[in-house]
């Protein structure tokens, strides 16, 4: 019954690959988010979405590309994978009245 | 978006009541203030949240200043369990402000509670 599921959990990968993360979630949000986690543990916002429609892009490369197929999923597709988007990948979800963010257990990238 | 000011790390004993304190001094009158946590290797949780009242839930107490320019998040009685780091985040609303959405993270408070 996880509330914020995230899969691959690891992800190892060579510098050049194509990889997606998915994020799906059970507790009917309309928004959901992508933040990472670099090495020195700062947590940075990427993308949000709402009611699959995308409210909020950081600047991101556009190497980085979020997909909402409906609202209870935001997959993370990242193209020509880099040393530096090695990293922890977090999704999260809220429900906007509430204003609450709730975050999946995360996804560790490692780019070799 | 408001920035937020935390000690890098503090140390509490099991059983004490730990006080967290978070400057904001920038705050404007629309913004939140948040407090999250981060268990190492986990994904942040959310811990409580308030605006200008003093609030409590079941995890901890938010103290909110008269001008709102700082705060304290007290943890009653902590236990090894809340070994974490502890993120104070100010925030507007979504809605309706369409940017509400995000938190923006600082580098939070690292926790250590012991035996």
């Known amino acids: 019954d996880t509330a914020v599921s995230q899969t691959p959990k690891y992800l190892v990968t060579q510098m050049g690959n194509d990889k997606s993360i998915k994020c799906e979630q059970n507790l009917g949000h309309d928004t959901m988010y992508w933040y990472k986690q670099d090495s020195k543990k700062f947590l940075k916002i990427m993308f949000s979405y709402n009611n699959k429609e995308l409210i909020i892009n950081e600047t991101v490369p556009n190497r980085f590309s979020p997909k909402s197929p409906d609202k209870a999923h935001l997959n993370l597709h990242i193209n020509s994978l880099e040393l530096g988007d090695s990293a922890v990948y977090f999704c999260?979800?809220?429900?906007?009245?509430?204003?609450?963010?709730?975050f999946g257990p995360g996804t560790r990238l490692l780019v070799l | 978006d408001a920035k937020t000011t935390q000690p890098p790390s503090m140390d509490c004993a099991e059983g004490r009541a730990a006080n967290l304190p978070c400057n904001h001094s920038t705050i404007s009158g629309n913004e939140y203030v948040y407090w999250y946590r981060q268990i190492h290797s986990q994904g942040p949780q959310y811990i409580i949240h308030g605006l200008k009242n003093n609030e409590t839930n079941e995890m901890a107490s938010l103290i909110i200043t008269e001008d709102r320019k700082s705060s304290t998040l007290i943890l009653p009685h902590a236990t090894l369990r809340d070994t974490a780091v502890y993120y104070c985040i100010v925030r507007l609303p979504h809605p309706p402000y369409n940017q509400g959405g995000k938190l923006i993270f600082g580098q939070g408070t690292e926790l250590s509670v012991k035996p």
């Open positions: 999260a979800s809220s429900q906007d009245s509430e204003e609450t963010q709730y």
